[in-house]
């Protein structure tokens, strides 16, 4: 398990979440839905919404090839296999698999999962038979399934081998794609074949581009050269799929519980899985901020899709047929460009064009409903007015309950425990010399006192005037040299003495010039013996109950 994770106990308190989700899904209800319904939002764009896409769990959906760690990926995270868990070289995953906790262990059908309204899973029915043969649901007693669900998806056959699904597959990618908190799209290094069904796939999740995350699985089945190589031309493909200039997030590793094949990269490796699992670990903490930006981004679609109907009914005659149906969709730019300007909408907000003129394409002009004004000024009304104070709710709550609203369980870790060896940080800058019965500075004590020495120290105390010339020769910058003096004058009094300036030189030389982040107070190891407080006597009647010396009422 990941030590680092247990540096504290975690208490989850979800209880602003839930208030602020609460808040969304009746603004949603009470405003946005009108609109939608009717519109018709949901014959065009995405479906209506329920009362369980609010109060869901956060979840992470898992997309790639055959082989490439998915479903083990899930059994790292949880640290235990889960109903209907395949693994192996072959295609073993052929269907979607939501794993959730529960006290028992079992599958549950994908047809039991749309109709039960405690889940958000409703709006898949609408792909049909042959899709909810493929999907069902894993519940098992993890603790980490307690906080954030998880999403196993098909393996897509390399090359352009894959035969139909019987489902469309692509569409049920994207409906989840817009619900879930985070995508993990998993690379083999050992062979980077990226198909047409993946690169579609990957298309298909535009628009979500902040969720998604990239692992470079099984690193350490190639050589360091071979490495560099693979990465490259891995963000090389991405780029292209992507067409963004912002660099995707890729994380270098060998995610399972396996001894390395190579362990050249092991330090690199640990600091990627580090950096992944905490940003995984922080999912609880902001899925209300998810909501409401989801919240957010749906309301002004639905509003640039009323202006688009109203533009379009507006030159809609009561003789117009299928010519002028033609003449409209053709006219279709002018149309956005037209409401973009006169209602100061970003272009962002509008729908892809092409899609939205197929969709128009299929339907009856003539039942394009009139332009309602008060539903529109209700959602304007809902954006500026209502979302604003519960977004101010959301960043006072968690400065309040930082670090408390976490994933645990699993690889994640559970209770707080002893002093791990195998974290991260363990034995390095500041933690250097954590559970040691000595004084870590004594290492280098008899250094640091020669040089308080030569400096000229009165009272055995050196002022900053004769300690400033000694710390610029480490090239430090300033602002880093004073938070180490703050840190190691202990006593407050502006001046440095014997054991306070060795302290200073261990935090410039073994902690901030090595690249260590310096922390903001000063672990106990690192306070000199002779500053620390005495500790507390113990009791006296209840050591002598532990020793059976104690007298007692019975005898």
Known sequence: ??????????????????????????????????????????????????????????????IGQYSTGKTTFLEYLAEKQFPGCRIGPEPTTDGFMVLEHNEIDALIPGNALVVDPSRPYAGLSRFGVNFLNKFQGSSTNAEVLKYVTLIDTPGILSGSKQSSRGYDFIGVLQWFAERVDRIILLFDAHKLDISDELSRAIRSLKGNDDKIRIILNKADTVNTQQLMRVYGALLWYLAKVFDTPEVVRVYTGSFWNQALKIDDNRKLFEMEKADLFRDLQGLPRNYAVRHLNDLVKRARLAMVHAYILAALKAE?????????????????????????????????????????????????????????????????????????PLMQRINEEEFKAAGTNEIRGGVFGGEEGSLDPFTEDFGVGMARGAGESTWVVEEE???????????????????????????????????????????????????????????????????????????????EHLIPPSKRLPSKPADKSAEQHENGDGVHDDE
């Not at 003096?485 to 060795?502: H, M, N, P, Q, V």
Request: aromatic share 8%.
């Open 1 to 62: 398990m990941l030590g680092w994770m247990r540096k504290q106990r975690v208490v989850v308190d979800e209880s602003v979440a839930q208030n602020v989700t609460s808040s969304l899904a009746q603004l949603y209800t009470q405003k946005l839905r009108p609109l939608e319904e009717y519109t018709k939002f949901q014959e065009y764009h995405s479906p209506l919404l329920d009362h369980a896409h609010f109060t869901s769990r956060p979840m992470v959906l898992l």
């Open 316 to 388: 809609w005659g009561a003789f117009s047929g299928d010519k002028k149906k033609k003449e409209l969709l053709h006219k279709l730019p002018d149309i956005y460009q037209h409401i973009e300007r006169e209602h100061n909408i970003s272009a962002g907000d509008f729908p892809n064009m092409e899609e939205m003129r197929a969709k128009l394409a299929e339907r009856d002009f003539k039942a394009i409903p009139k332009f309602r004004k008060e539903l529109v000024d209700s959602v304007n009304f809902m954006l500026s007015h209502d979302i604003p």
């Open 445 to 523: 004590k008899t250094k640091w006192d020669q040089q308080f020495d030569s400096l000229g120290p009165v009272d055995d105390k050196l002022d900053g005037r004769k300690v400033k010339p000694h710390f610029l020769l480490s090239k430090l910058p300033n602002s880093t040299l004073g938070k180490i003096w703050k840190l190691s004058d202990l006593d407050k009094d502006g001046c440095l003495d014997r054991d306070e300036f060795a302290l200073a030189m261990h935090l410039t030389y073994n902690v901030a010039v090595k690249g260590e982040p310096l922390g903001n107070t000063l672990p």
